[in-house]
């Protein structure tokens, strides 16, 4: 495919639409307010359709010391560390909680702690936590992966050597660029000294999959900007690479404490650029594409994931651990019983109040219908294995819709059918979200995606 035909493909498909960490996504849920009773429904549903108490905990730790511009988490920005203990507080109570309804005897396979910025926390703070969580658990490192996101400005010494002897044994590096222009432009300035220290003290302490994430398409960000940063992510040689979309949305985050303006912003084509340019240097120096903007030794356990067909994707991003249920806890947290989805309320006070009063703190959600679960199901297999099969619960009209929609993909060579398999082409990859689209049933209800989502490119 020359340059001509790259840049065409990019303009017809460069368009607003999910990352699908779920099906339905978020802006088309039904269920506001949700009910503790429909929730806790969809748990009991859960045990007894999949008859095995296995469990993902993603723990949400909001605070940040300062903000990050191009960061679309739910965040708290302070400096004040007094709010660690009563957050800690309410997080071990709202476990409790889900442990006092029904998850009382579920085993923990995955413990992640996301954010915000956890190492914000106190080590001592993160390690009460950990206690409060697995207090009546068997840990055994080799089968159940616990592993935390890090700043790499703030990582102490401290916090990896009492999280590693916990049993943490993976370790998230957030890195984006290693331009100083760009990190001025994004408030994020970090030398590559400074990671370089963290990801070395976390090796020699003997954590063995340790990821680096970075963001193409950042603002002021040049294609000699991302090689550089990818060149110096390959001196210290990480399992896991993440080279994430920055995800334009300023009609969700504001424009407050920015570096930039949209004209920084790089053109779709540009930023396509940025990605395959990327891309092929990971691939070079012996990275495996692992669905979609990952890439890993051929090693790590997420590669042979993809390799074997186990790959899972949750609000988490791609994960080895395909647990029945997941649980987040803390602020926004998001929880998936497969039968319904629940998100905490999104302002700390809120979260602290309904914790507070021995209640759980979702605020809205949604449960599933029979058509959701296998439309689900086909997007999940499209982001995991880059394939789905339309099989016998699937209504004549819904495939006939499908393959009709199909078509002009399959005329750009992005997408193959074989009977009824369905297979996204090495040219179609990086447009995996368009393909998921197609199924994508609430989507087609409605026109309005501008200022919903990001752009797929």
Known sequence: MNSDQRAQLIRKYDVPGPRYTSYPTVPYWKNEPLSNHDWLTTIRRNQQHFAKSEVSVYVHL???ESLCTFCGCHKRITKNHSVEQPYIDAVIKEWKRYKTVGL????IRELHFGGGTPTFFAADELVRLVNA???????DPSKVEMGFEAHPNNTSE???????????????????????????AIHRIQPFSQVKKVHDLARKIGYNSISHDLVFG????????????VEKTLELRPDRISLYSYAHVPWVKGTGQRGFDDDDLPTGE???????????????AGYLEVGMDHFALKEDSLAQAF??????RNFMGYTTQNTPMLIGLGMSAISDSWFGFAQNKKSVEAYLDSVNKDQLPIFRGHLLSEEDLIIRQHILDLMCHFETELGVHDSFDFNMNVLLKLKEMVEDELVEVEGDVIRITEKGVPFVRNVCMIFDRSLQSTSKREG???RTI
């Open 307 to 312: 390799q074997s067909k186990n790959l899972h």
């Open 62 to 64: 909001p605070y940040c």
């Open 133 to 139: 969580l697995l207090e009546d658990q068997k840990i």
């Open 158 to 184: 401290e916090h990896l050597e009492k999280l590693f002897a916990l049993g943490f044994r993976r370790l998230s590096l957030g890195v984006q660029d290693y331009n100083p222009i760009v990190q001025k």
């Open 452 to 454: 919903v989502f990001s």
């Open 104 to 107: 009382q005897d579920s085993q």
């Open 218 to 229: 950042l603002p002021k960000q040049r294609l000699k900007d991302i090689l550089f940063t």
């Open 270 to 284: 540009v930023k396509r650029e940025l990605y395959e340019q990327s891309k092929l240097r990971l691939l070079e």
